[in-house]
């Protein structure tokens, strides 16, 4: 399994980004698929899920209405449209999958891309 991602970088507060996760090993379009996120010195935290087909998505309260999850399974790869950023979304971002629910604790995840905001 490797799953790649790409599109962090810095952006103003306000400002937008837009995640890519590149998966390959293993039957994409079957699996959930989501976003964790990590800032320094804090546990792992849940941003969002998509089901196989793409028709539920899932968000943590702290990024519902900003931020938008997708999945496109013919190219095998999973978006996050992120707007409105705040300076509390700093850390870095990883891709996920999982047979049945994303979570924490899902056991194929990337290695992730750095998204800092600043103020």
């Known amino acids: 399994v490797q799953l790649v991602e790409s599109g962090g970088g810095l952006v103003q507060a306000g400002g937008s980004l837009r995640l890519s996760c590149e998966a390959s090993g293993f039957a994409f379009s079957t699996y959930a698929m989501g976003w964790l996120r990590q800032a320094p010195g804090k546990e792992r935290e849940f941003v969002a899920s998509?089901?196989?087909?793409?028709?539920?998505?899932y968000y943590a309260e702290s990024v519902e209405g900003r931020f938008t999850i997708s999945r496109d399974n013919a190219r095998n790869t999973v978006f996050l449209q992120m707007t409105e950023l705040k300076p509390e979304d700093t850390a870095v971002y990883h891709c996920?999958?999982?047979?049945?629910?994303?979570?924490?604790?899902?056991?194929?995840w990337g290695q992730g891309t750095q998204v800092t905001v600043s103020s």
């Open positions: 996920a999958a999982d047979l049945y629910v994303v979570t924490t604790t899902s056991e194929y």
């Open positions: 998509i089901n196989w087909s793409g028709s539920s998505p």
